[in-house]
T-cell receptor
Framework: TQLLEQSPQFLSIQEGENLTVYCNSS?????LQWYRQEPGEGPVLLVT?????EVKKLKRLTFQFGDARKDSSLHITAAQPGDTGLYLC?????????????FGKGTKLSVIP | DSGVTQTPKHLITATGQRVTLRCSPR?????VYWYQQSLDQGLQFLIH???????AKGNILERFSAQQFPDLHSELNLSSLELGDSALYFC??????????????FGQGTRLTVV
């Protein structure tokens, strides 16, 4: 069972469209991170959300942490071909002795010009 | 450039062999994480070291082992290699141990192909 479930798995959209991808868990996280990975490269950190209900914006990307700190979403406005990549969420579950930085399987986004 | 260096970038070896993957973390980072990434499994956590000590073990096979040296670089040893071990192996580092606000910085990975 995957600790962090991401949906959708694959998303193909036209340039200029909006989209939202989700990261869900039954566990509480002290924080969640979002990463983007391009083929042949390592994941690159985009943002960390810490407080339940927190919203962070990075240009056209908006990240939200759920009130209960069990889920997060990433919304992209007016997607560009440069947004193409694998979007991964990651976190360490709250609780004593948790040291595993766990990743979801990711959403593979393709933005068509 | 994340500041995390992994060598080699590519490795082709035969079944049954043993290989060593090397990772140098970002300057000042005490934690090193190893991950295996395959098409169907995504990024699978293998092991975490903090300042030379093992902190957490994930889905790491008994044929695999790792260590972190006093200079904080780390090595992942893979032995008795099987075809199914072919994957991208990533190293990541962070300032502290995995916990609140852990932000990991990844190397470019080592692509291992077992033939």
């Amino acid at each position: 069972t995957q600790l962090l479930e991401q949906s959708p798995q694959f998303l193909s959209i036209q340039e200029g469209e909006n989209l939202t991808v989700y990261c869900n868990s039954s566990s509480v996280f002290s924080s969640l991170q979002w990463y983007r990975q391009e083929p042949g490269e390592g994941p690159v950190l985009l943002v960390t959300v810490v407080t339940g209900g927190e919203v962070k914006k990075l240009k056209r990307l908006t990240f939200q942490f759920g009130d209960a700190r069990k889920d997060s979403s990433l919304h992209i406005t007016a997607a560009q071909p440069g947004d193409t990549g694998l979007y991964l969420c990651a976190g360490v579950p709250s609780g004593a002795g948790s040291y595993q930085l766990t990743f979801g399987k990711g959403t593979k986004l393709s933005v068509i010009p | 450039d994340s500041g995390v260096t992994q060598t080699p970038k590519h490795l082709i070896t035969a079944t049954g062999q043993r290989v060593t993957l090397r990772c140098s973390p970002r300057s000042g980072d005490l934690s090193v994480y190893w991950y295996q990434q395959s098409l169907d499994q995504g990024l699978q956590f293998l092991i975490h070291y903090y300042n030379g000590e093992e902190r957490a073990k994930g889905n790491i096979l008994e044929r695999f082992s790792a260590q972190q040296f006093p200079d904080l670089h780390s090595e992942l040893n893979l032995s008795s290699l099987e075809l199914g071990d072919s994957a991208l192996y990533f190293c990541a580092s962070s300032v502290g141990g995995a916990g609140t606000n852990t932000e990991a910085f990844f190397g470019q990975g080592t692509r291992l192909t077992v033939v």
